[in-house]
């Protein structure tokens, strides 16, 4: 070979390694003015978050923006940033749902068999062998058994049926979104079954490698030397660190951006994942009948595909996971196809709502910067006096998926909706609208002691005015309280008792009321639709006036 073919030759070569790392590095930018202002904004942190923060900002060509501060390892002054390895908690199921789509796409799994035909012989619970597989990828299993950070010694997979096959599921199949990092772990399971391999192999020869996400893993520990440091103690961390497909696996913000960026483009989704139209319609679709009507909740293959106070951006999908000292967020909008993830090591000092904020403000600045869409003010509404034969009467109104308290007087209508105080002027035709912005955006008078609720999330709910001639014939005493149902699995409920003039209220750990209709003089029945955790039980109260809730079988379940 002549020198100057030798000379060609190496010009080539050095001209496809540059095109190769052009290739790699972001296609797309955003204006220096929107990187200063996202930069000023998050500088603005509370110090506690500042301290151990990680974000990025993506397309669906990748990163266009990206801030860390803080350190991984305080002693030893190793930056916490972008590449920092973290804990995902609750994120990790996303990931084991989205195998069992690619999957589903390949023909190995499909969606509508059960478990019981996947796992012949192994499972003895006869609800659980019925169950579709598809019902564990939409989170709709009814079950919400968790298997990390409560069993200190759970082992996957040796205790996860055991474990199964003594609980009960909190709700019906399909009847609302129910997170449950043992369903998660039983797909895992499912999977590995179907592929004959070891999940953590599986999950990196499918899924991590081929999108070139080295570090990412699942596994109880990390031999990576770049993993942020916890603040809970080593003995801590070896007894809730179990290994658990629901709660495993561990990554970088840069690398969750990555492949999260694939997701806001259906060609890139295709192309990189091979998942075709029906299967990115799956991921970010309502997956449960009629739970938007119930309340306004939508859930996709490992999404929550809600956000009513962004909605002016279109359609949003998120969620969340904690771990340890660790919490992550990860917000989409879809119709901008663009994408937030934020992860911070300060457990204690920072709750999953400031990450939320900070996520949902960053975005905001970016859209109004780059895409120029701004969030319309509320108009100021200029409220008239209420006919005296349009005013509703005071008040308990219920439907069973909601329950309000209503007052009214000739200026204006007083509403707690969700524990939230509404004030609301009457604007004409029996329609009230809300002096401030909040969950409520509509009022409508139906009829005589009906009315209809509008909320933010696009549910609409009809109510009735709750009246019981006889409810005085109970004696129920108020309070906060916990209840254990051993005979399903031990359930544990909280839930609250309070009264309104002459009927008696309970309240779930979620917020939501519910009327309890008086049966006899120890006897209730709980006034719920089947997403309600109350469905299926009735509550009792014994001579002293304490409640107590139980299975009722004559209720339905």
């Known amino acids: 070979m002549n020198i100057l073919h030798s000379k060609s030759l190496l010009f080539l070569l050095l001209i496809l390694l540059l095109a190769s790392c052009c290739a790699k590095q972001r296609v797309t930018s955003i204006s220096l003015e929107t990187e200063e202002l996202l930069t000023a904004r998050t500088e603005r942190i509370d110090e506690p978050l500042n301290r151990g923060v990680a974000i990025a900002i993506f397309d669906s060509n990748g990163a266009t923006w990206e801030y860390s501060n803080g350190f991984r390892d305080r002693d030893s002054g190793l930056p916490f940033n972008n590449n920092t390895i973290l804990p995902l908690g609750e994120i990790s199921g996303q990931f084991v749902i989205l195998e069992a789509l690619l999957l589903a796409r390949e023909n190995k799994l499909d969606p509508e068999k059960t478990v019981g035909y996947y796992l012949p012989g192994l499972i003895n619970n006869a609800y659980l062998s019925k169950l579709p597989v598809k019902s564990i990828i939409n989170e709709s299993t009814g079950w919400t058994a968790n298997t990390s950070g409560i069993i200190s010694a759970y082992r996957y997979p040796d205790d996860l049926l055991p474990l199964l096959e003594r609980s009960y599921p909190s709700y019906p199949q399909d009847a609302r979104f129910t997170e449950s990092t043992a369903m998660i772990d039983l797909l895992g399971f499912i999977l590995s079954k179907i592929k004959r391999s070891d999940f953590q192999d599986l999950m990196k020869k499918d899924l991590f490698h081929p999108l070139g996400m080295e570090e990412t893993t699942f596994s109880d520990s990390v031999l990576s030397d770049n993993i942020a440091e916890s603040e809970y103690s080593e003995s801590i961390e070896k007894s809730l660190l179990t290994f658990s497909p629901g709660m495993s696996m561990k990554s970088s913000v840069g690398e969750l951006a990555q492949i999260y960026s694939i997701l806001l483009d259906k060609e890139r989704m295709e192309k990189e994942l091979g998942l075709g139209e029906q299967y990115q319609l799956k991921m970010f679709s309502t997956s449960i009948e009629d739970q938007l009507k119930k309340d306004g909740f939508e859930s996709g293959a490992g999404w929550n595909c809600s956000a009513p106070d962004i909605k002016y951006l279109g359609k949003v999908a998120w969620r969340q996971g904690s771990v340890l000292s660790f919490r992550t967020y990860v917000l989409l909008l879809l119709d901008q196809k663009l994408g937030i993830v934020i992860s911070t090591n300060k457990y204690n000092k920072i709750k999953q709502a400031d990450l939320r904020d900070v996520a949902v403000d960053l975005l905001e600045i970016y859209c109004e910067n780059e895409f120029h869409i701004f969030d319309s003010p509320a108009p100021t509404i200029s409220g008239m006096e209420i006919p005296e034969d349009t005013r509703p009467a005071d008040g308990i109104?219920?439907?069973?998926?909601?329950?309000?308290?209503?007052?009214?007087?000739?200026?204006?209508?007083?509403?707690?909706?969700?524990?939230?105080?509404?004030?609301?002027?009457y604007i004409g035709n029996g329609q009230f609208k809300p002096l401030r912005e909040g969950e409520v955006e509509e009022l409508i008078i139906t009829g005589r002691n009906a009315i209809s609720i509008r909320l933010k999330s696009g549910a609409v709910h009809d109510l009735k005015k709750i009246v019981f001639e006889d409810a005085n014939k109970i004696y129920i005493k108020e309070g906060f309280y916990k209840e254990i149902l051993t005979e399903m699995g031990n359930e544990t409920i909280y839930f609250s008792i309070s009264r309104n003039q002459n009927i008696f209220l309970i309240q779930d750990n979620e917020n939501r009321r519910n009327v309890l209709i008086p049966e006899t003089e120890s006897e209730c029945n709980i006034w719920c639709d089947n997403s309600s955790v109350f469905w299926g039980k009735s509550l009792s109260i014994d001579s002293e006036g304490f409640p107590q809730i139980h299975y009722s079988p004559a209720s339905g379940r």
Not at 403 to 418: F, G, Q, T, W
């Open 397 to 425: 109104y219920a439907s069973e998926n909601l329950v309000v308290e209503l007052s009214a007087d000739k200026e204006s209508l007083d509403l707690v909706c969700n524990n939230t105080e509404y004030e609301m002027a």
